[in-house]
């Protein structure tokens, strides 16, 4: 189940990212209404992931899959502040891309 959860987690990201650099892009004028409630919608997945993992066991493989699911809990942590500098603007679109494709990338290899 978890790995249904970072799958959904992924989407969700996927859909920020896109439009966290659309609203980059356009100097803060196209999705500024869509992209906080994007941020709510995104939200939503990881409480549930959050939830399961307080109640997962890593079983025989703890150090590799512990290891994977801190990285991503860690990249995830970090949205809140990546959200604050996409609302003002102090990020470009390819530092954009590159949080959310690392964050993507470290779920996807937990869930792998």
Known sequence: MIGFDL????HQL????GRSAVFIASGGKIFAVELPIQSLETDNVPKN???????FDTGPSRGELASRLSDATAALAELGLKRYQISDLKMSVPQVAKY????MGKALNTAA
């Open 7 to 10: 799958i959904g987690v992924v």
């Open 14 to 17: 996927q859909k920020e990212c």
């Open 49 to 55: 992931l959050d939830d399961r993992l307080k109640k």
């Open 100 to 103: 959310y494709s690392g964050t």
